[in-house]
């Protein structure tokens, strides 16, 4: 079935990097666009990144432009988030999540999250 | 500060109608169209509307969206008590070029 599944979470320190991953199965993952949203315990959800299907664009949030980076490897059908000079701030439930064409903003599928907290 | 606006509570007894609204401006909602997820306690956000008014496979026509100049709404009618979640608004900025949210809605089914 259509589903995608994040790793990559855990602790780290400030100023510290971490990587996620987001394996995608059960849909042609190289014909979508696919974004990052994050959601901060007991707050709402915040979009991160975005990249085009053929990785040709990308778009992030002012909070996160140029520290964290968004990227994809259609031959793994694997999408990315490396995530360097981490702060407190950025500790979230980070969603991988699928656009329902190639930019259309709308998520139709979301993985289950990965934790990502950030404190030292 | 959300981009979007959004009451932070709304609530209803079963079976009754209940509006959420979504308050955005010229450079989101007013030119780009909306979308609405439901996240139940624990579990990852669900597309529930989008494109303003259109709802994806396997959701109840209890639930529809509208959209007028530069604010949208979200209605549930026969409310049920699994109905009780979140409700996000989102749409692309053409300003920010970016998509942003709305600060959530919590549904109480009373």
């Known amino acids: 079935q259509v589903q995608l599944v994040e790793s990559g979470g855990g602790v780290v320190q400030p100023g510290g990097s971490l990587r996620l991953s987001c394996a995608a199965s059960?849909?042609?993952?190289?014909?979508?666009?696919m974004h990052w949203v994050r959601q901060a315990p007991g707050k709402g959800l915040e979009w991160v990144a975005f990249?085009?299907?053929?990785?040709?664009?990308?778009y992030y949030a002012d909070s996160v432009k140029g520290r964290f980076t968004i990227s994809r490897d259609n031959s793994k059908n694997t999408l990315y988030l490396q995530m360097n000079s981490l702060r407190a701030e950025d500790t979230a439930v980070y969603y991988c999540?699928?656009?329902?064409?190639?930019?259309?903003?709308?998520?139709?599928?979301w993985g289950q999250g990965t934790m990502v907290t950030v404190s030292s | 500060q959300s981009v979007l606006t959004q009451p932070p509570s709304a609530s209803g007894t079963p079976g009754q109608r209940v509006t959420i609204s979504c308050s955005g401006s010229?450079?989101?909602?007013?030119?780009?169209?909306v979308n609405w997820y439901q996240q139940l306690p624990g579990t990852a956000p669900k597309l529930l509307i989008y494109?303003?008014?259109q709802r994806p496979s396997g959701v109840p026509d209890r639930f529809s969206g509208s959209k007028s100049g530069t604010s949208a709404s979200l209605a549930i009618s026969g409310l049920q008590s699994e109905d009780e979640a979140d409700y996000y608004c989102?749409?692309?900025?053409?300003?920010?070029?970016?998509?942003?949210f709305g600060g959530g809605t919590k549904l109480t089914v009373l």
């Open positions: 999540a699928k656009d329902r064409s190639d930019d259309e903003g709308a998520f139709d599928i």
């Open positions: 059960g849909f042609t993952f190289s014909s979508y666009g």
């Open positions: 990249i085009r299907y053929d990785g040709s664009n990308k």
């Open positions: 010229s450079s989101n909602i007013g030119s780009n169209t």
């Open positions: 494109s303003n008014n």
């Open positions: 989102a749409a692309w900025d053409d300003s920010l070029n970016a998509v942003v």
